[in-house]
């Protein structure tokens, strides 16, 4: 049976629809930039001592993402119809830009929501789909897309029915939300953890960065094989792998390096101040003794 009646998805007729959606999300995250670097804005940072380094690092990587995405996209919906294969492969490639620039767009919005003092409710909100929601779902639409891959690769021994997504990816799917959620949870953090996550708190847009273009490389490489290049099993579980674990560690590290209220702001000063008193208190009631 031919390829191209075999049940999979049509991705080069959703392509389009990506890369326009890419499109705008680029601006909004290009227009959150200029906003937060205008001389109003600056003068208003410089004045209380406030840097919101993480906040434009985020949208920066947001951006960048995004824009490759839309290129990436673009050329994908330009695929022929009789590169079925070869189209398939870089779909698979082209959604992680997509899904990191999601997260970084999710860590921009709750680090502006720090910066304004929201409620804890509205930032823990935020916080859950940067760290938990966003990464699982991008991982997920990621690891569905296996299933074509498996059903074009099973059309060539004229086995033309849809195949399970890889079994590798739905497992570390399922680690990946474990892990995440569980990182949210105060108890469960390691001080020295939290400490080395603030130190890197840069960290996870550099690697989102650094993603975008090694996806870009990749996927240029792909669109010039033959039409009907296929990525073989072993490229697909290595991908997921490698996936699995740029968004671990960006999960983690913001998750790790979270505050619900900017360092300087006056709820985080007054717990200091609190917990200094409550110090001096215990060390008059309770001595240590003498030698």
């Known amino acids: ?120 409710l509205l930032v823990r909100t935020g916080r859950a789909f940067t760290v938990v929601i966003g990464p699982a779902l991008a991982y997920y639409y990621l690891v569905n ?46 001080p020295r953890g939290r400490d080395l996550a603030r130190r890197l708190s840069n960290m996870p847009a550099v690697a989102v960065l650094a993603t975008t273009v090694i996806a870009a490389v990749a996927s240029g490489y792909v669109g010039s094989r033959p039409p009907e290049f296929l990525l073989p099993t072993a490229m697909v579980d290595l991908y997921l792998v490698a996936v699995f674990a740029v968004l671990l560690f960006v999960g983690l590290t913001i998750a790790l390096s979270a505050r619900d209220q900017p360092a300087g702001s006056p709820v985080v000063v007054a717990a200091a101040r609190g917990r200094t008193a409550r110090w001096r208190r215990n060390a008059q009631r309770w001595p240590l003794p003498r030698r």
């Open 1 to 120: 049976m031919p390829m191209q009646q075999c049940p999979v998805t049509d991705v080069t007729q959703i392509a389009g629809f990506y890369a326009q959606m890419t499109g705008v999300l680029a601006g909004f995250a290009f227009t959150a930039m200029v906003v937060l670097l205008s001389p109003t804005q600056v003068d208003e940072r410089a004045e209380v001592g406030r840097k919101d380094e993480q906040v434009l690092a985020a949208l920066f990587a947001a951006f960048i993402a995004l824009v490759v995405a839309t290129l990436n996209y673009s050329l994908l919906a330009g695929e022929p119809a009789d590169a079925s294969q070869r189209a398939h492969s870089m779909r698979l490639i082209d959604g992680v830009p997509f899904g990191m620039a999601a997260v970084m767009l999710f860590q921009g919005i709750t680090l502006l929501l720090i910066a304004g003092r929201m409620g804890r």
């Open 145 to 190: 897309g296996t299933s074509d891959i498996a059903t074009l690769r099973a059309a060539g021994s004229d086995v033309c029915e849809p195949q399970a997504a890889a079994l590798l990816g739905q497992i570390l799917n399922v680690v990946l939300v474990a892990v995440l959620a569980a990182s949210t949870v105060r108890r469960l953090q390691p």
